[in-house]
């Protein structure tokens, strides 16, 4: 190329800041993106809008008090962080939980990432300039939120689980309701089949758009959905089962290459899965209590401790060191969309602005789970 | 699921690593490597081909000691690995030196950009060879501000904080002092 050339292209190139109230960044996200033409040459993302410091807030107040914080890092599918909390400091106090409060723990964390898949199909669908979707999904994710509020209290940031159980038992209306839920679910399938998955239009924007290799999700650890569209079947809920899952029969759907279709063709196949795992725990519920005897003054033994689960987006990891006291010394928690969007420099290279956007939105990002 | 499962301790063994098993069900990880700071590198590119992936970075705060083992800032940076296609998981642990300076492995892992830069945010740990070590969640003027350095006070020596067996001798002496009153 010669100079002048050189320097021509130069003069097309230019910063465009995609966010930070950008819609589908979902969130308070920024993205400098250097430009050329239509042609983003080097997405940036910039976090942090929304940084709490919620590993810190985690260090400083006794583990009972941190509850509430974790159902505030990923709002959209809230139980499964509340799993994952309850169960480390179960783990690193070895505390017992009764048969029928994992039983319930399961069925509500399906419920919740059911809604979420729904809320992320609303939401990409609207990205991708289709404003249908969103009201069918929110349609079907009111009754969920229904559901979970007759039992836990809240809509979205719920504190239901408590070390050694839940917090209350679930009723005959919960149980009917869910069971409605799941046979009303099934039928809307076809409803969203013939409005998206067979939608010409929807398919080019996401037929080979954003493929992520195996090996680069495996250089940047990504995990959830966004890992099993590139056909690796690891979850964490079969890898390293933990609660009551192993009790249950359910697939983990893959994909095959690794593009935006195949990530959403994961999670809608997900949906169906997660409602063969709440039939299953509800033919089988057993009965008991739901809650075991736990001192009020839980002590974190010296040493450390690490606990994965699955959540909506991914592995969620919370690493704990204790002290002795009830305070952690050190909590950490690892949240799968940051490590998940952090491949976006590498897989937005050279590629048109309207696809980065299809990109963004089939990775589901929930901002404040990554700025944390 | 019967999954086949494979011990990856002599591997890392083999490649003269400090790796001792650790008990799953009380620890959640497999494996638990204390690494050299000048085998950070070494370790991360055998993990990588051996097909882990990264699940994060972080650092960790207690009292330096002192006297013996100089050097030693009293911050450490730990990893986690663990595998996609079997129930493995590694913590690894490397004391960071005086000069804050821990090798950068995000040209392995391009992965540990990010939780790198967050590590420098939150510890002041400095990644040599990391292209882009600039504030990632905290705001770019609180380049300086370390909100996870703990307080002196609230400092707490590494012996008081791990699984250890076998506690330091003079802490040992004390504590069988105090249960003998």
Same mark, same amino acid.
């Given at each position: 190329? !010669?100079?002048?050339? *050189?320097?021509?292209?130069?003069?097309?190139?230019?910063? &465009?800041?995609?966010?930070?109230?950008?819609?589908?960044?979902?969130?308070?996200?920024?993205?400098?993106?250097?430009?050329?033409?239509?042609?983003?040459?080097?997405?940036?993302?910039?976090?942090?809008?929304?940084?709490?410091?919620?590993?810190?807030?985690?260090?400083?107040?006794?583990?009972?008090?941190?509850?509430?914080?974790?159902?505030?890092?990923?709002?959209?599918?809230?139980?499964?962080?509340?799993?994952?909390?309850?169960?480390?400091?179960?783990?690193?106090?070895?505390?017992?939980?009764?048969?029928?409060?994992?039983?319930?723990?399961?069925?509500?964390?399906?419920? @919740?990432?059911?809604?979420?898949?729904?809320?992320?199909?609303?939401?990409? !669908?609207?990205?991708?300039?289709?404003?249908?979707?969103?009201?069918?999904?929110?349609?079907?994710?009111?009754?969920? %939120?229904?559901?979970?509020?007759?039992?836990?209290?809240?809509?979205?940031?719920?504190?239901?689980?408590?070390?050694?159980?839940?917090?209350?038992?679930?009723?005959?209306?919960?149980?009917?309701?869910?069971?409605?839920?799941?046979?009303?679910?099934?039928?809307?399938?076809?409803? *969203?089949?013939?409005?998206?998955?067979? @939608?010409?239009?929807?398919?080019?924007?996401?037929?080979?758009?954003?493929?992520?290799?195996?090996?680069?999700?495996?250089?940047?650890?990504?995990?959830?959905? @966004? &890992?099993?569209?590139?056909?690796?079947?690891?979850?964490?809920?079969? @890898?390293?089962?933990?609660?009551?899952?192993?009790?249950?029969?359910?697939?983990?759907?893959?994909?095959?290459?690794?593009?935006?279709?195949?990530? *959403?063709?994961?999670?809608?196949?997900?949906?169906?899965?997660?409602?063969?795992?709440?039939?299953?725990?509800?033919?089988?519920?057993?009965?008991?209590?739901?809650?075991?005897?736990?001192?009020?003054?839980?002590? &974190?033994?010296?040493?450390?401790?690490?606990?994965?689960?699955?959540?909506?987006?991914?592995?969620?990891?919370?690493?704990?060191?204790?002290?002795?006291?009830?305070?952690?010394?050190? !909590?950490?928690?690892?949240?799968?969309?940051?490590?998940?969007?952090?491949?976006?420099?590498?897989?937005?290279?050279?590629?048109? /602005?309207?696809? %980065?956007?299809?990109?963004?939105?089939?990775?589901? /990002?929930?901002?404040?789970?990554?700025?944390? | 699921?019967?999954?086949?499962?494979?011990?990856?301790?002599?591997?890392?063994?083999?490649?003269?690593?400090?790796?001792?098993?650790?008990?799953?069900?009380?620890?959640?990880?497999? !494996?638990?490597?204390?690494?050299?700071?000048?085998?950070?590198?070494?370790?991360?590119?055998?993990?990588?081909?051996?097909?882990? *992936?990264?699940?994060?970075?972080?650092?960790?705060?207690?009292?330096?000691?002192?006297?013996?083992?100089?050097?030693?800032?009293?911050?450490?940076?730990?990893?986690?690995?663990?595998?996609?296609?079997? %129930?493995?998981?590694?913590?690894?642990?490397?004391?960071?030196?005086?000069? &804050?300076?821990?090798?950068?492995?995000?040209?392995?892992?391009?992965?540990?950009?990010?939780?790198?830069?967050?590590?420098?945010?939150?510890?002041?740990?400095?990644?040599?060879?990391?292209?882009?070590?600039?504030?990632?969640?905290?705001?770019?003027?609180?380049?300086?501000?370390?909100?996870?350095?703990?307080?002196?006070?609230?400092?707490?020596? /590494?012996?008081?904080?791990?699984?250890?067996?076998?506690?330091?001798?003079?802490?040992?002496?004390?504590?069988?002092?105090?249960?003998?009153?």
């Amino acid at each position: 190329m !010669l100079e002048s050339e *050189y320097q021509e292209h130069q003069q097309n190139r230019f910063f &465009l800041n995609m966010g930070p109230q950008h819609p589908s960044t979902h969130g308070v996200l920024l993205i400098v993106l250097e430009m050329e033409g239509e042609y983003v040459l080097d997405p940036q993302p910039v976090l942090g809008f929304i940084h709490r410091m919620h590993e810190k807030m985690g260090e400083s107040r006794p583990c009972q008090a941190f509850m509430p914080n974790t159902a505030r890092m990923d709002y959209v599918c809230a139980l499964p962080y509340n799993h994952g909390y309850v169960s480390l400091i179960e783990r690193k106090a070895g505390i017992e939980v009764p048969k029928r409060a994992e039983y319930i723990r399961v069925i509500t964390s399906e419920l @919740n990432r059911i809604a979420s898949h729904l809320l992320w199909l609303g939401a990409y !669908l609207l990205d991708l300039g289709a404003f249908t979707p969103i009201l069918y999904g929110f349609d079907d994710r009111e009754h969920i %939120l229904d559901i979970l509020e007759s039992i836990t209290g809240s809509r979205l940031t719920y504190c239901y689980y408590r070390f050694g159980g839940v917090y209350q038992d679930i009723d005959d209306k919960f149980i009917e309701a869910t069971r409605a839920f799941v046979k009303r679910m099934r039928k809307r399938y076809a409803i *969203y089949e013939k409005l998206v998955t067979k @939608n010409i239009i929807f398919i080019k924007r996401t037929e080979n758009i954003g493929i992520v290799s195996p090996d680069m999700a495996l250089r940047y650890g990504m995990t959830g959905p @966004n &890992l099993r569209g590139s056909g690796i079947a690891y979850d964490v809920r079969k @890898n390293e089962p933990y609660s009551v899952y192993p009790e249950f029969d359910f697939e983990i759907p893959v994909g095959e290459q690794g593009d935006c279709l195949d990530r *959403y063709m994961v999670r809608i196949r997900e949906i169906e899965q997660s409602l063969r795992i709440i039939e299953q725990a509800l033919d089988r519920l057993p009965e008991g209590p739901v809650r075991s005897k736990v001192p009020k003054n839980i002590k &974190l033994t010296p040493g450390d401790c690490n606990f994965a689960v699955e959540a909506a987006r991914g592995e969620l990891s919370y690493y704990l060191v204790g002290d002795g006291t009830s305070t952690p010394y050190r !909590l950490k928690v690892r949240v799968p969309s940051y490590s998940n969007l952090s491949c976006l420099p590498e897989l937005g290279r050279g590629i048109l /602005l309207p696809d %980065l956007v299809s990109i963004l939105g089939s990775f589901d /990002l929930v901002i404040p789970e990554i700025d944390r | 699921m019967a999954k086949e499962t494979k011990d990856y301790k002599k591997d890392f063994l083999h490649q003269g690593f400090d790796a001792t098993e650790t008990a799953y069900d009380q620890r959640g990880f497999h !494996l638990e490597v204390v690494l050299d700071v000048n085998q950070v590198r070494k370790f991360a590119q055998t993990a990588y081909e051996l097909g882990f *992936y990264l699940v994060f970075v972080t650092g960790f705060h207690v009292r330096p000691d002192e006297g013996h083992d100089k050097g030693n800032s009293g911050l450490e940076v730990v990893y986690q690995f663990a595998r996609y296609d079997q %129930l493995y998981r590694i913590k690894a642990c490397v004391s960071v030196p005086n000069s &804050l300076e821990v090798p950068s492995i995000s040209d392995i892992y391009q992965g540990a950009d990010w939780h790198e830069r967050e590590t420098r945010d939150l510890y002041g740990v400095v990644f040599d060879g990391h292209p882009n070590l600039k504030p990632l969640l905290l705001a770019e003027e609180d380049v300086d501000f370390h909100p996870l350095l703990k307080e002196e006070a609230n400092l707490k020596s /590494l012996h008081e904080v791990s699984w250890s067996s076998e506690p330091p001798k003079a802490v040992k002496g004390e504590a069988e002092a105090e249960s003998g009153q």
